[in-house]
T-cell receptor, first 110, second 112 residues
């Protein structure tokens, strides 16, 4: 089984809809991250969490919110999706210096 | 903002040749890491080099770090078709609480 799973893997939604992307892990790492990837821009950090009671904004948190429901689960919500949130979204986990990435969710907002 | 900048943006080589890509960054770091991403998939960690190290090897990968120039290079020797991917450098800036800063990546195509 994969260490980091993301659901859904693909999602098409309409402007104004609320959507939640979910991430779960089996490695027991404390740190969890949400990134978005746009062509030519690399990965940008949206939110990160170092434990269940610790949530921090990244460089592009506007329009997003997160919830750390348990040590193993970290979800990302778009309260009212807009077309420029169309991107590839990755969840990652970490304990030491390196991060381990999930397979990604391809989100399209029409 | 992105800390790392990779160069070149894209690279096409023949199978068996070496591939070299570079990364420059702006602030002092704890370590620098290289990740690989196959088309549309999650990133996979390749190698980490700490700020007090100058060179590191892992299989066909060789990474160098020059902290005085704030730059790193990744060399893939004897490339294979399976090395076709995008490669990203990620810096762990000092006092940045385990937040990595990724560059835009170098896309490598290995021709058979």
């Amino acid at each position: 089984d994969a260490d980091v799973t993301q659901t859904p893997r693909n999602r098409i939604t309409k402007t104004g809809k609320r959507i939640m992307l979910e991430c779960s892990q089996t490695k027991g790492h404390d740190r969890m991250y949400w990134y978005r990837q746009d062509p030519g821009l690399g990965l940008r950090l949206i939110y990160y969490s170092f434990d269940v009671k610790d949530i921090n904004k990244g460089e592009i948190s506007d329009g997003y919110s997160v919830s750390r429901q348990a040590q193993a689960k970290f979800s990302l919500s778009l309260e009212s999706a807009i077309p420029n949130q169309t991107a590839l979204y990755f969840c990652a986990i970490g304990r030491t210096d390196t991060q381990y990435f999930g397979p990604g969710t391809r989100l399209t907002v029409l | 903002s992105q800390q790392g900048e990779e160069d070149p943006q894209a690279l096409s080589i023949q199978e068996g040749e070496n591939a070299t890509m570079n990364c420059s960054y702006k602030t002092s770091i704890n370590n620098l890491q290289w990740y690989r991403q196959n088309s549309g998939r999650g990133l996979v960690h390749l190698i980490l080099i700490r700020s007090n190290e100058r060179e590191k090897h892992s299989g066909r990968l060789r990474v160098t770090l020059d902290t005085s120039k704030k730059s790193s290079s990744l060399l893939i020797t004897a490339s294979r078709a399976a090395d076709t991917a995008s490669y990203f450098c990620a810096t762990d800036p000092i006092s940045n609480d385990y937040k990595l800063s990724f560059g835009a990546g170098t896309t490598v195509t290995v021709r058979a």
